[in-house]
């Protein structure tokens, strides 16, 4: 099963559960508000829309939290109205740009005989 970012984590942050997408390594030693802008330019960066994707200087500007303004535009996009999250949908991808996780089949040992 292939899954997307927005897979998994889209109806993540629209929910707020935000914590759920950070590092567990930090345990929870992290500003929410940098969680949040970190997780939200994430997924705007992984839009199915290229159009909709800032730019390099735009991701430096908003990481950084030079343009409250900026961000509030993003905050707004329709990627993040509310997208109940679903886990263990069994979504397949359709296009590979943007896999993040997959899960294969173990792989089998085949033996040649030797005549």
């Known amino acids: 099963m292939k899954r997307t970012i927005t897979d ?3 109806p993540l942050a629209c929910e707020g559960r935000l914590s759920e997408l950070a590092d567990p390594r930090l345990n929870g030693k992290y500003e929410d508000v940098e969680l949040k802008r970190v997780v ?3 997924l705007i960066c992984a839009h199915s829309k290229p159009e909709k994707r800032p730019t390099m200087l735009e991701v430096v500007e908003l990481l950084k939290g030079d343009s409250k303004e900026k961000f509030a535009v ?3 996009d329709e990627l993040f109205k509310s997208q109940p999250a679903n886990d263990n949908d069994g979504s397949v991808a359709d296009d590979g740009s943007d896999f993040i996780w997959e899960e294969r089949e173990p792989k089998q040992v085949v033996k040649e005989l030797q005549v």
Do not use: D, K
Request: aromatic share 22%; proline share 0%; net charge negative.
């Open 40 to 42: 939200f330019v994430a």
């Open 74 to 76: 993003i905050e707004n």
């Open 8 to 10: 998994w984590a889209l």
